[in-house]
T-cell receptor, first 116, second 115 residues
Framework: AQTVTQSQPEMSVQEAETVTLSCTYD???????LFWYKQPPSRQMILVIR??????QNATENRFSVNFQKAAKSFSLKISDSQLGDAAMYFC?????????????FGTGTRLTIIP | EAQVTQNPRYLITVTGKKLTVTCSQN?????MSWYRQDPGLGLRQIYY???????DKGDVPEGYKVSRKEKRNFPLILESPSPNQTSLYFC??????????????FGPGTRLLVL
């Protein structure tokens, strides 16, 4: 079974600084997707960034970028120029790429605090 | 506006009193799913549906039922709620594509407290 591990329950960063959230996963599949979701105090699940395993290039979305290491099964999220609005719980998630149950397997989350 | 809606958003109930949480999407998505979120456990899938009248269990289906009579609706039914079903519930939907490329859209969540 696939598992996703986020080993940092809490992180904090000074406003305008850079922070990296860690995620590792375990799978025997070769084709899959990885995601980072943000959950602010409103509890809404917001997609931050996605990575397709067959693409070697790391995904970027404005201040958010990932470091995808397929052999190491590692998928970290880097937030540059941290802003107060980045404060949230961040979940790493995995989904196998096939026609069927599109279940997302989530990690346990990392709570990010931004220090003004 | 493309969206997934859930009702109610907050619910306090008592053990054993049947309840239904509704989920509706306006994007004509084939795939719909229910997750529950608990502290320290992340989100876990309860049930999913690939299309009308096609449903199957996820990782934590015990104590829950679902139905998919219409494409847009996917209600979650708790026949006899218990305190261990106190949780935050999310409905999600997406199109079904051959390589599973589409991203899931999440509803706003339903916070349930069972006393």
């Amino acid at each position: 079974a696939q598992t996703v591990t986020q080993s940092q329950p809490e992180m904090s960063v000074q406003e305008a600084e850079t922070v990296t959230l860690s995620c590792t996963y375990d799978t025997s599949e070769s084709d899959y997707y990885l995601f980072w979701y943000k959950q602010p105090p409103s509890r809404q699940m917001i997609l931050v960034i996605r990575q397709e395993a067959y693409k070697q290039q790391n995904a970027t979305e404005n201040r958010f970028s990932v470091n995808f290491q397929k052999a190491a099964k590692s998928f970290s999220l880097k937030i540059s120029d941290s802003q107060l609005g980045d404060a949230a719980m961040y979940f790493c998630a995995y989904r196998v790429s096939n026609f069927g149950n599109e279940k997302l397997t989530f990690g346990t989350g990392t709570r990010l605090t931004i220090i003004p | 506006e493309a969206q997934v809606t859930q009702n109610p958003r907050y619910l306090i109930t008592v053990t054993g009193k049947k309840l239904t949480v509704t989920c509706s999407q306006n994007m004509n998505h084939e795939y719909m799913s229910w997750y529950r979120q608990d502290p320290g456990l992340g989100l876990r899938q309860i049930y999913y549906s690939m299309n009308v009248e096609v449903t199957d269990k996820g990782d934590v289906p015990e104590g829950y039922k679902v139905s998919r009579k219409e494409k847009r609706n996917f209600p979650l039914i708790l026949e006899s709620p218990s305190p261990n079903q106190t949780s935050l519930y999310f409905c999600a939907s997406s199109p079904v594509m051959e390589r599973g490329e589409e991203t899931q859209y999440f509803g706003p969540g339903t916070r349930l407290l069972v006393l």
